[in-house]
């Protein structure tokens, strides 16, 4: 054995070990739900496509919305990737920002590393948090490792670097080898460093082993204490890996299914099921009614909820149990079209018709503690549950108050449940009694939310 391999193997020993002691028991899981960073709390997500926010697309124009933002309500900016693209292989003429050349540079095409930093300045100024996108799970194929390190990469038997699904512009990652683990967590130390960003996303965060995500958090906590870690996966172990939060991919794809049509409203109660049943108890989930995947692949939302279809899953993503929620660039216009995932496709800023519907439903979320991530949540019955959802949340005596028709038909229900009191209409913008027993009347997706 060689003496690389003798460190290899040592070096492996010893982040086994670190797994398994930091490694959550059934009786510490509250813990490792619990540990988040306060300011998320009642806060939310954006995520920026700088390529295509703006006609420069670069970090300089897109300041200009920074205020904008600020207003609507938003405090979580998400950027996609801003490492530079490999242009080998490279999807159609720009690529895709998750074909990373090298972990620890600007892309040219958004300008360069001062820009960067002034960027995240300002919006720290304006009290926004800044987490970049993070590809752990492969790089570009001309990233600068594969001749500084080829042994950092995974090899088909004919020798060759291997690649996932239709991924041909990316390269595995070998996460056998221990060395690639500190030299992703140098290149993650130096984005916190270096440019003073408050965290990640973690792009296919569930391909990458547990015990790497262990190592690794526990090291940028060392950096940055208050790290806010959001996971691209749908999985239980990623919280007890130490990420704050993760996807709600099984609840958006409920999502789609009732607003298409092909299921009633009970099908939502599945991916709370799943939550309590899988997920450590009061897991933090991202929900949303489009990203930059749904929206270039899958035409979200201008086609998964259409029209007036999109308001009730917009308050659901917001409201409901354990959620983060995210918007996606372009939401608040509303931009009705795919954004290119590897060509220069500017989003058209200039009504901004659902600002305002998002600025009543972030401001909610920042002044009542109900609809924080740890508050309570209780549904309630309607006379009709297959087309109307309903429930309510509470915490610290606040209440908040949900009721959604998810259907393409006017609804008018009674609904039971200790609600009783008076409560701000919060789209209304008056003030009700409210019963047990009340009926209510619904447009077809129509929506009511009260705060007391």
Known sequence: MTIQKLLYAATALSLMWSSCKEMPNAENKQDAAGNFPAYIAQSNIYEVNVRQYTPEGTFKAFEAHLPRLKEMGVEILWFMPITPISEVDRKGKLGSYYAVQDYTAVNPEFGTLEDWKNLVNKAHELGFKVITDWVANHTGADNRWIKSNPDFFVKKADGTLAYAFDWSDTRDLNFENPLLHDSMINAMKYWLTETKIDGFRCDVAGEVPRSFWQHCIAELKKVKPDIFMLAEADVAWIHDAGFNASYGWDGFAKMKKVARGEASAKLLDTSLMKLEETFVPGAIKMYFTSNHDENSWNKADYETMPGAVHAPFAVL???????????????????????????????????????????TLLGLRKSNPALAVDAAYKKLVSSNDDAVYAYIREKNGRKVLVVLNLSANPQTVTIKGEFSGEADNVFGGKKEKLTDGQQFALAPWGYAVYSY
Not at 345 to 356: G, L, N, V
């Open 317 to 359: 993503s917001q409201t409901w149990k354990n959620t983060l929620p995210l918007i996606y660039s372009g939401q608040e216009e509303p931009f009705l079209d795919s954004i290119s995932f590897f060509y220069k496709d500017t989003i058209t800023f200039a009504k901004f018709e659902r600002s305002a519907f998002y600025k």
